[in-house]
Protein backbone atom coordinates (compact mmCIF):
# COMPACT_ATOMS: atom_id res chain seq x y z
CA UNK A 1 0.00 0.00 0.00
CA UNK A 2 2.81 2.78 0.55
CA UNK A 3 2.99 4.85 -2.38
CA UNK A 4 4.07 8.59 -1.94
CA UNK A 5 1.94 9.78 -4.21
CA UNK A 6 -1.35 8.88 -2.64
CA UNK A 7 -0.04 9.07 0.39
CA UNK A 8 0.12 12.56 -0.11
CA UNK A 9 -2.95 13.01 -1.66
CA UNK A 10 -4.44 11.33 1.49
CA UNK A 11 -2.78 13.48 3.67
CA UNK A 12 -4.15 16.14 2.04
CA UNK A 13 -7.62 15.59 2.65
CA UNK A 14 -6.84 15.08 5.88
CA UNK A 15 -5.62 18.57 6.25
CA UNK A 16 -8.48 19.51 4.95
CA UNK A 17 -10.42 17.84 8.11
CA UNK A 18 -7.62 19.89 9.94
CA UNK A 19 -8.50 23.44 8.89
CA UNK A 20 -12.56 22.61 9.44
CA UNK A 21 -12.07 22.18 13.18
CA UNK A 22 -9.91 24.98 12.98
CA UNK A 23 -12.92 26.86 12.24
CA UNK A 24 -14.60 25.40 15.09
CA UNK A 25 -12.14 26.18 17.69
CA UNK A 26 -11.28 23.25 17.86
CA UNK A 27 -6.74 22.12 17.76
CA UNK A 28 -6.66 21.75 13.99
CA UNK A 29 -5.85 17.94 13.25
CA UNK A 30 -7.56 15.78 11.13
CA UNK A 31 -7.61 12.15 9.72
CA UNK A 32 -9.06 10.35 7.04
CA UNK A 33 -9.36 6.28 7.10
CA UNK A 34 -8.50 4.56 3.61
CA UNK A 35 -9.92 0.98 2.55
CA UNK A 36 -8.85 -0.39 -0.65
CA UNK A 37 -7.73 3.12 -2.21
CA UNK A 38 -10.99 4.98 -1.37
CA UNK A 39 -11.76 6.95 1.80
CA UNK A 40 -14.49 5.62 3.79
CA UNK A 41 -14.50 7.88 7.02
CA UNK A 42 -13.04 11.05 7.96
CA UNK A 43 -12.64 12.72 11.40
CA UNK A 44 -11.29 15.87 12.93
CA UNK A 45 -10.85 17.09 16.50
CA UNK A 46 -14.04 17.66 18.28
CA UNK A 47 -13.56 16.87 22.22
CA UNK A 48 -14.77 20.96 23.22
CA UNK A 49 -17.63 21.40 21.21
CA UNK A 50 -18.83 17.11 21.91
CA UNK A 51 -17.64 17.47 25.84
CA UNK A 52 -15.96 14.19 25.12
CA UNK A 53 -12.46 13.95 25.91
CA UNK A 54 -11.81 11.12 23.34
CA UNK A 55 -13.25 12.32 20.61
CA UNK A 56 -9.48 12.74 19.14
CA UNK A 57 -9.65 13.11 14.96
CA UNK A 58 -8.24 9.81 14.61
CA UNK A 59 -11.11 8.07 17.07
CA UNK A 60 -14.04 9.67 15.00
CA UNK A 61 -12.37 8.81 11.91
CA UNK A 62 -11.98 5.03 13.24
CA UNK A 63 -15.33 4.59 14.96
CA UNK A 64 -17.21 5.71 11.33
CA UNK A 65 -15.05 3.36 10.04
CA UNK A 66 -16.12 0.86 11.49
CA UNK A 67 -19.89 1.29 11.21
CA UNK A 68 -19.48 1.64 7.91
CA UNK A 69 -17.49 -2.09 7.45
CA UNK A 70 -19.86 -3.15 10.35
CA UNK A 71 -16.25 -4.46 11.95
CA UNK A 72 -14.51 -2.88 14.72
CA UNK A 73 -11.16 -4.69 13.19
CA UNK A 74 -9.93 -2.27 10.59
CA UNK A 75 -7.38 -4.56 9.33
CA UNK A 76 -7.26 -3.58 5.39
CA UNK A 77 -7.52 0.07 6.37
CA UNK A 78 -4.87 2.99 6.34
CA UNK A 79 -5.27 6.04 9.09
CA UNK A 80 -3.93 9.48 8.27
CA UNK A 81 -3.64 11.99 10.26
CA UNK A 82 -2.11 15.22 10.20
CA UNK A 83 -0.13 15.26 13.75
CA UNK A 84 1.73 11.94 15.38
CA UNK A 85 -1.05 10.10 17.46
CA UNK A 86 -1.31 9.67 21.04
CA UNK A 87 -1.33 7.22 23.42
CA UNK A 88 -4.59 6.51 23.47
CA UNK A 89 -5.05 6.74 19.37
CA UNK A 90 -2.22 4.82 19.16
CA UNK A 91 -3.67 1.99 21.57
CA UNK A 92 -6.84 2.34 19.37
CA UNK A 93 -5.47 1.89 16.24
CA UNK A 94 -3.27 -1.25 17.69
CA UNK A 95 -6.62 -2.68 19.20
CA UNK A 96 -8.03 -2.07 15.61
CA UNK A 97 -5.28 -3.89 14.15
CA UNK A 98 -5.15 -1.13 11.35
CA UNK A 99 -2.84 -2.47 8.49
CA UNK A 100 -1.02 1.29 8.68
CA UNK A 101 -0.65 4.41 9.75
CA UNK A 102 0.73 7.37 7.78
CA UNK A 103 1.04 10.81 9.83
CA UNK A 104 2.41 14.28 9.33
CA UNK A 105 3.80 16.40 12.11
CA UNK A 106 5.95 14.96 15.00
CA UNK A 107 4.25 15.75 18.81
CA UNK A 108 7.14 16.44 20.97
CA UNK A 109 5.09 16.30 23.89
CA UNK A 110 2.37 14.00 23.74
CA UNK A 111 3.72 11.91 20.29
CA UNK A 112 3.18 7.95 21.23
CA UNK A 113 4.72 7.14 17.61
CA UNK A 114 8.18 7.89 18.24
CA UNK A 115 8.36 10.93 19.93
CA UNK A 116 7.96 10.67 23.33
CA UNK A 117 6.86 6.48 23.37
CA UNK A 118 6.77 4.44 20.18
CA UNK A 119 3.80 1.86 21.34
CA UNK A 120 4.15 0.43 17.86
CA UNK A 121 7.21 -0.68 17.77
CA UNK A 122 6.78 -3.11 21.55
CA UNK A 123 7.21 -6.53 19.78
CA UNK A 124 5.33 -7.68 22.98
CA UNK A 125 1.81 -7.13 21.28
CA UNK A 126 0.02 -9.80 19.04
CA UNK A 127 -0.74 -7.26 16.13
CA UNK A 128 1.77 -5.00 14.01
CA UNK A 129 0.88 -1.88 12.33
CA UNK A 130 3.19 -0.01 10.31
CA UNK A 131 3.90 3.47 10.84
CA UNK A 132 5.21 6.05 8.38
CA UNK A 133 5.58 9.71 9.73
CA UNK A 134 6.93 13.16 8.29
CA UNK A 135 3.87 13.67 5.31
CA UNK A 136 3.34 17.04 4.88
CA UNK A 137 4.53 17.83 8.01
CA UNK A 138 5.14 21.20 7.25
CA UNK A 139 1.60 21.71 6.12
CA UNK A 140 0.14 19.91 9.49
CA UNK A 141 3.00 22.20 11.88
CA UNK A 142 2.00 25.22 10.56
CA UNK A 143 -1.72 25.10 10.96
CA UNK A 144 -0.76 24.25 15.03
CA UNK A 145 1.87 27.24 15.03
CA UNK A 146 -1.22 29.66 13.63
CA UNK A 147 -4.09 28.22 16.01
CA UNK A 148 -1.75 28.45 18.88
CA UNK A 149 -0.33 32.25 18.23
CA UNK A 150 -3.91 33.17 17.14
CA UNK A 151 -4.88 32.35 20.40
CA UNK A 152 -2.27 33.39 22.21
CA UNK A 153 -3.27 37.11 20.67
CA UNK A 154 -6.67 36.35 20.85
CA UNK A 155 -7.80 34.77 23.96
CA UNK A 156 -11.41 35.10 23.48
CA UNK A 157 -12.22 34.07 19.50
CA UNK A 158 -15.62 35.43 18.31
CA UNK A 159 -18.04 32.57 17.38
CA UNK A 160 -19.54 32.23 13.97
CA UNK A 161 -22.94 33.20 15.88
CA UNK A 162 -22.03 36.24 17.60
CA UNK A 163 -21.17 39.74 17.26
CA UNK A 164 -18.84 41.88 19.30
CA UNK A 165 -19.17 45.49 19.84
CA UNK A 166 -16.18 47.42 18.77
CA UNK A 167 -13.97 48.68 21.58
CA UNK A 168 -13.75 52.38 19.97
CA UNK A 169 -17.92 51.91 20.96
CA UNK A 170 -17.22 52.40 25.19
CA UNK A 171 -13.85 54.38 24.53
CA UNK A 172 -14.04 57.48 27.13
CA UNK A 173 -17.78 57.12 28.56
CA UNK A 174 -18.35 59.61 31.29
CA UNK A 175 -17.87 57.80 35.02
CA UNK A 176 -16.76 54.71 33.41
CA UNK A 177 -13.05 54.31 33.91
CA UNK A 178 -12.62 50.72 34.93
CA UNK A 179 -10.47 47.67 32.94
CA UNK A 180 -12.35 45.23 31.31
CA UNK A 181 -12.30 41.55 32.23
CA UNK A 182 -13.37 38.58 30.11
CA UNK A 183 -13.90 35.29 30.55
CA UNK A 184 -15.23 32.75 27.46
CA UNK A 185 -13.99 28.62 28.85
CA UNK A 186 -17.34 28.37 31.76
CA UNK A 187 -18.54 25.35 30.15
CA UNK A 188 -22.57 27.60 29.78
CA UNK A 189 -20.36 30.55 27.97
CA UNK A 190 -19.31 27.64 25.42
CA UNK A 191 -17.02 30.28 23.58
CA UNK A 192 -19.07 33.05 24.14
CA UNK A 193 -17.45 36.15 25.85
CA UNK A 194 -18.27 37.52 28.47
CA UNK A 195 -17.30 40.99 30.04
CA UNK A 196 -16.68 41.73 33.72
CA UNK A 197 -15.26 44.42 36.37
CA UNK A 198 -13.18 43.01 39.13
CA UNK A 199 -12.28 46.58 41.06
CA UNK A 200 -11.11 46.32 44.80
CA UNK A 201 -8.61 43.59 47.16
CA UNK A 202 -9.97 39.62 46.58
CA UNK A 203 -10.26 39.51 50.25
CA UNK A 204 -12.29 42.69 50.94
CA UNK A 205 -14.56 42.23 53.62
CA UNK A 206 -17.87 43.00 51.36
CA UNK A 207 -18.11 41.63 47.57
CA UNK A 208 -20.43 43.78 46.28
CA UNK A 209 -21.96 41.06 43.05
CA UNK A 210 -24.23 43.76 40.43
CA UNK A 211 -26.35 42.69 38.20
CA UNK A 212 -27.51 44.72 35.89
CA UNK A 213 -31.31 44.45 33.47
CA UNK A 214 -32.57 45.45 30.25
CA UNK A 215 -31.51 47.25 28.14
CA UNK A 216 -28.49 48.43 30.59
CA UNK A 217 -24.96 47.09 31.32
CA UNK A 218 -22.47 47.34 33.81
CA UNK A 219 -22.28 51.17 33.21
CA UNK A 220 -25.33 51.10 35.25
CA UNK A 221 -23.48 50.75 38.55
CA UNK A 222 -20.81 53.48 37.85
CA UNK A 223 -22.17 56.06 40.75
CA UNK A 224 -22.76 53.46 42.85
CA UNK A 225 -19.07 51.05 42.45
CA UNK A 226 -16.73 54.19 43.91
CA UNK A 227 -18.42 54.03 47.40
CA UNK A 228 -18.32 50.34 47.58
CA UNK A 229 -14.29 50.71 46.76
CA UNK A 230 -13.73 53.70 49.10
CA UNK A 231 -15.05 51.66 52.33
CA UNK A 232 -12.64 48.89 51.35
CA UNK A 233 -15.23 46.97 49.26
CA UNK A 234 -14.74 44.70 46.18
CA UNK A 235 -17.26 44.52 42.95
CA UNK A 236 -17.81 42.38 40.54
CA UNK A 237 -20.20 43.44 37.72
CA UNK A 238 -20.52 41.32 34.65
CA UNK A 239 -22.46 42.09 31.73
CA UNK A 240 -24.80 39.54 30.67
CA UNK A 241 -24.01 38.09 27.34
CA UNK A 242 -26.08 39.51 24.73
CA UNK A 243 -25.20 43.64 26.84
CA UNK A 244 -22.71 45.98 27.39
CA UNK A 245 -19.30 44.72 26.51
CA UNK A 246 -20.00 40.93 26.11
CA UNK A 247 -20.60 38.82 22.98
CA UNK A 248 -23.92 39.56 21.51
CA UNK A 249 -25.70 36.46 19.74
CA UNK A 250 -26.57 36.62 16.43
CA UNK A 251 -29.96 34.72 17.01
CA UNK A 252 -33.16 35.96 19.43
CA UNK A 253 -32.83 32.24 20.37
CA UNK A 254 -29.89 31.93 22.10
CA UNK A 255 -31.00 33.54 24.99
CA UNK A 256 -32.83 31.42 27.87
CA UNK A 257 -33.49 31.96 31.54
CA UNK A 258 -31.50 28.94 32.91
CA UNK A 259 -28.47 29.47 30.15
CA UNK A 260 -28.02 33.29 31.53
CA UNK A 261 -28.73 32.16 34.78
CA UNK A 262 -26.17 28.89 35.14
CA UNK A 263 -23.27 31.41 33.05
CA UNK A 264 -23.39 33.43 36.74
CA UNK A 265 -23.64 30.95 38.79
CA UNK A 266 -20.88 29.52 36.91
CA UNK A 267 -18.74 32.85 37.09
CA UNK A 268 -19.42 33.10 40.80
CA UNK A 269 -17.82 29.41 41.41
CA UNK A 270 -14.76 30.47 38.98
CA UNK A 271 -14.17 33.56 40.88
CA UNK A 272 -14.50 32.06 44.60
CA UNK A 273 -16.69 35.26 45.28
CA UNK A 274 -17.53 34.92 49.26
CA UNK A 275 -19.19 37.42 51.95
CA UNK A 276 -21.64 38.68 49.04
CA UNK A 277 -23.87 41.05 49.18
CA UNK A 278 -26.12 40.68 46.01
CA UNK A 279 -27.11 43.80 44.05
CA UNK A 280 -29.94 43.60 41.74
CA UNK A 281 -32.20 45.47 39.92
CA UNK A 282 -34.69 44.59 36.56
CA UNK A 283 -33.13 41.13 35.55
CA UNK A 284 -30.38 41.58 37.53
CA UNK A 285 -32.84 40.46 40.23
CA UNK A 286 -35.19 38.18 37.85
CA UNK A 287 -31.96 36.13 37.56
CA UNK A 288 -30.06 37.00 40.22
CA UNK A 289 -32.47 36.41 43.39
CA UNK A 290 -32.32 32.76 41.87
CA UNK A 291 -28.60 32.53 42.82
CA UNK A 292 -28.29 32.29 46.89
CA UNK A 293 -30.14 29.26 47.58
CA UNK A 294 -27.69 27.12 45.63
CA UNK A 295 -24.54 28.40 47.70
CA UNK A 296 -26.37 29.99 50.82
CA UNK A 297 -22.87 30.52 52.48
CA UNK A 298 -21.26 32.70 49.83
CA UNK A 299 -24.09 35.55 50.51
CA UNK A 300 -24.32 37.54 53.40
CA UNK A 301 -27.02 40.57 51.84
CA UNK A 302 -29.15 41.76 49.12
CA UNK A 303 -30.00 45.04 47.41
CA UNK A 304 -32.88 45.29 46.27
CA UNK A 305 -33.76 47.79 43.61
CA UNK A 306 -36.94 47.92 41.31
CA UNK A 307 -37.23 44.15 40.45
CA UNK A 308 -39.52 41.07 41.03
CA UNK A 309 -38.95 36.88 40.77
CA UNK A 310 -40.79 35.54 37.69
CA UNK A 311 -43.15 32.94 39.94
CA UNK A 312 -45.65 32.57 36.98
CA UNK A 313 -48.26 32.29 39.58
CA UNK A 314 -48.68 36.07 40.25
CA UNK A 315 -50.13 38.13 37.01
CA UNK A 316 -47.28 40.35 35.55
CA UNK A 317 -47.68 43.81 36.19
CA UNK A 318 -49.77 46.40 33.75
CA UNK A 319 -46.45 48.46 33.80
CA UNK A 320 -44.28 45.81 32.21
CA UNK A 321 -47.15 44.07 30.15
CA UNK A 322 -47.07 48.08 28.63
CA UNK A 323 -43.38 47.53 28.36
CA UNK A 324 -44.01 44.28 26.56
CA UNK A 325 -46.15 45.73 24.50
CA UNK A 326 -43.76 48.45 23.22
CA UNK A 327 -41.62 46.23 22.68
CA UNK A 328 -42.92 44.60 20.37
CA UNK A 329 -44.19 47.00 18.33
CA UNK A 330 -41.03 49.04 18.71
CA UNK A 331 -38.51 46.98 18.90
CA UNK A 332 -35.74 49.07 17.69
CA UNK A 333 -36.65 51.65 20.47
CA UNK A 334 -33.84 53.93 21.22
CA UNK A 335 -31.94 53.14 24.68
CA UNK A 336 -30.58 56.30 24.87
CA UNK A 337 -33.82 58.43 24.71
CA UNK A 338 -35.05 55.73 27.05
CA UNK A 339 -33.23 56.59 30.23
CA UNK A 340 -33.97 60.56 28.77
CA UNK A 341 -37.19 60.27 29.52
CA UNK A 342 -37.08 58.53 32.88
CA UNK A 343 -34.07 60.29 34.45
CA UNK A 344 -33.71 64.29 32.96
CA UNK A 345 -30.59 64.66 35.55
CA UNK A 346 -28.75 62.48 33.28
CA UNK A 347 -26.20 64.24 30.59
CA UNK A 348 -26.88 63.43 27.44
CA UNK A 349 -23.43 62.28 27.20
CA UNK A 350 -24.55 59.30 30.04
CA UNK A 351 -27.65 58.39 27.89
CA UNK A 352 -25.89 57.96 24.68
CA UNK A 353 -23.42 55.33 26.79
CA UNK A 354 -26.30 53.56 27.31
CA UNK A 355 -26.64 52.70 23.44
CA UNK A 356 -22.92 51.73 23.14
CA UNK A 357 -22.95 48.36 23.13
CA UNK A 358 -25.93 48.34 20.21
CA UNK A 359 -24.81 49.62 17.10
CA UNK A 360 -26.92 48.26 14.86
CA UNK A 361 -29.83 46.03 15.25
CA UNK A 362 -27.85 43.19 14.78
CA UNK A 363 -26.82 43.34 17.58
CA UNK A 364 -29.68 43.64 20.22
CA UNK A 365 -31.00 40.26 19.91
CA UNK A 366 -30.82 40.25 23.37
CA UNK A 367 -33.13 43.52 23.93
CA UNK A 368 -35.98 42.16 21.65
CA UNK A 369 -36.01 38.43 23.60
CA UNK A 370 -35.53 39.39 27.14
CA UNK A 371 -39.30 41.08 27.56
CA UNK A 372 -40.59 37.71 26.62
CA UNK A 373 -38.37 35.88 28.49
CA UNK A 374 -40.30 37.23 32.04
CA UNK A 375 -41.56 33.59 33.19
CA UNK A 376 -45.69 34.74 32.75
CA UNK A 377 -47.23 31.37 33.61
CA UNK A 378 -46.11 28.41 36.09
CA UNK A 379 -44.76 26.31 33.56
CA UNK A 380 -42.49 29.21 32.06
CA UNK A 381 -39.24 28.33 32.19
CA UNK A 382 -37.69 29.69 35.08
CA UNK A 383 -40.80 30.20 37.02
CA UNK A 384 -39.94 26.98 39.20
CA UNK A 385 -36.90 27.96 40.09
CA UNK A 386 -38.33 31.49 40.62
CA UNK A 387 -40.86 29.76 43.10
CA UNK A 388 -37.72 27.93 45.00
CA UNK A 389 -36.02 31.11 45.50
CA UNK A 390 -39.44 32.40 46.90
CA UNK A 391 -39.63 30.03 49.63
CA UNK A 392 -36.00 29.92 50.05
CA UNK A 393 -36.03 33.41 51.05
CA UNK A 394 -39.45 33.32 53.13
CA UNK A 395 -37.67 30.26 55.56
CA UNK A 396 -34.00 29.94 54.85
CA UNK A 397 -32.39 33.47 53.98
CA UNK A 398 -29.99 34.20 56.86
CA UNK A 399 -28.72 37.43 55.39
CA UNK A 400 -29.48 40.96 55.75
CA UNK A 401 -31.38 42.56 53.06
CA UNK A 402 -32.26 46.53 52.13
CA UNK A 403 -34.59 47.44 49.51
CA UNK A 404 -34.64 50.23 47.52
CA UNK A 405 -38.08 51.72 45.64
CA UNK A 406 -37.92 54.28 42.77
CA UNK A 407 -41.04 55.35 42.87
CA UNK A 408 -41.77 57.27 39.23
CA UNK A 409 -40.76 53.57 38.05
CA UNK A 410 -43.47 53.03 35.14
CA UNK A 411 -43.02 49.19 35.00
CA UNK A 412 -43.17 47.53 38.26
CA UNK A 413 -44.63 50.34 40.88
CA UNK A 414 -43.85 50.38 44.76
CA UNK A 415 -47.40 47.49 44.95
CA UNK A 416 -44.67 44.59 42.97
CA UNK A 417 -41.34 46.09 45.36
CA UNK A 418 -43.72 46.14 48.49
CA UNK A 419 -44.73 42.38 47.78
CA UNK A 420 -41.16 41.34 46.88
CA UNK A 421 -40.22 42.66 50.36
CA UNK A 422 -42.94 40.76 51.98
CA UNK A 423 -41.18 37.55 50.41
CA UNK A 424 -37.92 38.71 51.54
CA UNK A 425 -37.32 37.38 55.31
CA UNK A 426 -36.43 40.25 57.21
CA UNK A 427 -36.47 42.87 54.84
CA UNK A 428 -37.07 46.26 56.59
CA UNK A 429 -39.11 49.15 55.37
CA UNK A 430 -37.78 49.95 51.93
CA UNK A 431 -36.20 53.08 51.37
CA UNK A 432 -38.01 55.07 48.81
CA UNK A 433 -36.74 57.13 46.48
CA UNK A 434 -39.64 60.09 45.27
CA UNK A 435 -37.41 61.63 42.22
CA UNK A 436 -36.59 58.12 41.12
CA UNK A 437 -37.89 55.80 38.26
CA UNK A 438 -36.90 52.38 37.35
CA UNK A 439 -32.89 52.52 37.25
CA UNK A 440 -32.95 53.29 40.68
CA UNK A 441 -28.68 53.14 39.94
CA UNK A 442 -28.91 56.67 38.04
CA UNK A 443 -29.29 57.84 41.93
CA UNK A 444 -26.82 55.85 42.97
CA UNK A 445 -24.74 57.33 45.49
CA UNK A 446 -26.91 58.33 47.82
CA UNK A 447 -28.51 54.71 47.73
CA UNK A 448 -24.79 53.28 47.72
CA UNK A 449 -23.58 55.49 50.91
CA UNK A 450 -26.83 53.91 52.69
CA UNK A 451 -26.08 50.54 51.71
CA UNK A 452 -22.49 50.70 53.05
CA UNK A 453 -23.54 51.77 56.35
CA UNK A 454 -26.26 49.34 56.12
CA UNK A 455 -24.00 45.94 55.55
CA UNK A 456 -21.37 47.80 57.48
CA UNK A 457 -23.34 47.29 60.73
CA UNK A 458 -21.81 44.33 63.37
CA UNK A 459 -25.27 42.23 62.41
CA UNK A 460 -24.09 41.27 59.03
CA UNK A 461 -23.32 37.60 59.22
Known sequence: MNNPQSDTHFMTLALEQARAAALAGEVP?????????????????????????????EIVAMRAAAQILGNYRL???ELFVTLEPCAMCSGAMLHARLQRVVFGAADPKTGAAGSV???????QLNHQTEVLGGVLA???????????KERRLNLHPLREDALRTPDVRFAALPGYPWAPHYISDL?????????????????????????????????LYRKMIPAFLQTGGRVIAPDLIGFGKSDKPKKEGAHHFTWHRQALLELIERLDLQRVVLVVQDWGGLLGLTLPMEHPGRYQGLLVMNTTLGTGDVPLSPGF????????????????RLFARGNPHMSQAECAAYNAPFPDKGHRAALRRFPSMVPAGPDDEGAELSRRARQ??????????????????????????????????GCGEPMVLPEAGHFVQEHGEVVALRAVQFFGDDQVI
Open 29 to 57: VGAVVVHQGKVIATGRNAPVHSHDPSAHA
Open 75 to 77: ETC
Open 117 to 123: VNLFAQP
Open 138 to 148: EEGAQLLKSFF
Open 187 to 219: PALDGWRMHYLDEGPVEAPVTWLCLHGNPAWSY
Open 321 to 336: LAWLEMCTKNPEFDVA
Open 392 to 425: FFQEEWQGKTFMVIGQQDPVLGEPVMRKLASDLR
